[in-house]
């Protein structure tokens, strides 16, 4: 049967209408994520919608990529990227980027990359080292305060099983110490508030590492062109309520904010000590 819950977003309520299991696993993923007040008035709605086997969503606030999501955590992740993209669709002064974050010294380091290129082994490399995680998937970026802020969602963080089998002893044990509910190939870590920011913490942003894994045998930090840093945050931000211009004027902005590098590697392990040498937790 299906469910309807209500997330606070914006100045109101976002209206979840799902499965209950997929309610549930939602909440799993995505546990400090507050509930609307009773009395919230509703602004968004997402629906889950079953189709051959697969789960679609569909959000009243911006128009999802037609994603087909396998059921179980797959689909419920997916929920939880539409949840945050209902959410930014609904705050025009804000923009998500796809990209791992923790805190180094005074303010967030910002690890972006395509799918694959290691921001969240290297996000929970870095926690497993001492730093405070801030995301390691999504980060909510107040672009146009000075300096930029990045917001925490509070979500779990994920691993993929199995562990790589450069993960050092310590980053296992890590794993096994902090080891929650498991599917497939997704491993929840359950991390303290020492580890992890919750829900709606603030920080500023003191620099972007593009990741470039495989690039070097000893982690390196090294400049990047900035048509290369422009085409490469475009196409790794997220902001559904801007025209492509006003998002182009935008990530131009950032760049001219905050300091840029890439980050060139090929352990995630040995790239979280470097970074944390360079510059502190």
């Known amino acids: 049967m299906p469910e309807t819950v209500g997330f606070a977003a914006a100045d109101g309520a976002v209206t979840v209408e799902a499965p209950a299991d997929m309610i549930a696993s939602l909440r799993r993923l995505a546990p400090a994520w507050p509930l609307a007040a009773p009395d919230a008035a509703e602004i968004a709605t997402?629906?889950?919608?079953s189709e051959n086997g697969a789960w679609r969503f569909a959000s009243s606030a911006y128009a999802p990529p037609p994603y087909r999501f396998d059921p179980g955590w797959?689909?419920?992740n997916g929920l939880v990227g539409t949840l945050i993209g209902t959410a930014v669709a609904l705050e025009?002064?804000?923009?998500?980027?796809?990209?791992?974050?923790?805190?180094?010294?005074d303010g967030l380091t910002v690890l972006l990359g395509d799918?694959?290129?290691?921001?969240?082994?290297?996000?929970?490399?870095?926690?497993?080292?001492?730093?405070?995680?801030?995301?390691?998937?999504?980060l909510i970026v107040a672009d146009q305060e000075?300096?930029?802020?990045?917001?925490?969602?509070g979500l779990v963080a994920k691993l993929r099983r199995p562990l790589p089998r450069s993960a050092p002893a310590a980053f296992r044990a890590f794993a096994q110490d902090h080891a929650g509910p498991a599917e497939g190939e997704m491993q929840v870590l359950e991390l303290d508030a020492s580890r992890v920011a919750g829900f709606g913490a603030t920080a500023a942003l003191r620099r972007l590492l593009f990741l470039d894994r495989g690039a070097a045998d000893r982690p390196r930090l090294e400049p990047i062109g900035r048509p290369d840093l422009l085409a490469a945050l475009i196409?790794?931000?997220?902001?559904?309520?801007?025209?492509?211009q006003v998002r182009l004027r935008r990530m131009n902005g950032l760049l001219d904010t905050v300091p840029a590098q890439r980050l060139a590697y090929s352990d995630s392990f040995a790239a979280a000590r470097f970074l944390i040498a360079e510059f502190g937790r």
């Open 46 to 49: 997402i629906t889950a919608r």
């Open 74 to 76: 797959p689909a419920a």
């Open 92 to 105: 025009p002064a804000r923009i998500a980027l796809h990209a791992a974050s923790a805190r180094l010294g």
């Open 115 to 138: 799918n694959g290129a290691g921001k969240s082994t290297l996000g929970l490399a870095l926690a497993a080292e001492g730093a405070r995680l801030w995301g390691d998937d999504r």
């Open 146 to 153: 000075a300096p930029p802020t990045g917001r925490a969602l």
């Open 235 to 244: 196409g790794l931000s997220f902001a559904p309520h801007l025209p492509v």
